[in-house]
């Protein structure tokens, strides 16, 4: 089992910052990828961000050049450095982990607001 814990979400402007952060335990070796997702008000859930065992990334073309997925394996957090925050990024964020890397989570997070204002 893996379990997953998102921080970081929050209230900011347009333009503004956000880091958020996935705090991982459990049988982490098992997992070939993790990502971060999203969910706004009345709209399917949406990958944003991933990144493979071997460090490789992914975006969704509407974050590219805003958005930075990382990890810190020493610390066992998984991070999405959001910048240029736009008001259609409001939405609730999920943290994710793949056991195959087969693009289908296997592991949720909870979820945390980010709510972007004007």
């Known amino acids: 089992q893996v379990q997953l814990v998102e921080s970081g979400g929050g209230l900011v402007q347009t333009g503004g910052s956000l880091r958020l952060s996935c705090s991982t335990s459990g049988s982490m070796s098992s997992i070939n990828a993790m990502g971060w997702f999203r969910q706004a008000p009345g709209k399917q859930r949406e990958s944003v961000a991933r990144i493979t065992s071997r460090g490789t990334t992914n975006y969704r073309d509407s974050v590219k050049g805003r958005f930075t997925i990382s990890r810190d394996i020493a610390k066992n957090t998984l991070y999405l450095q959001m910048n240029g925050l736009k008001l259609e990024d409001t939405a609730v964020y999920y943290c994710?982990?793949?056991?195959?890397?087969?693009?289908?989570?296997?592991?949720w997070g909870q979820g945390t607001q980010v709510t972007v204002s004007s």
């Open positions: 994710a982990a793949e056991r195959f890397g087969d693009l289908r989570p296997d592991y």
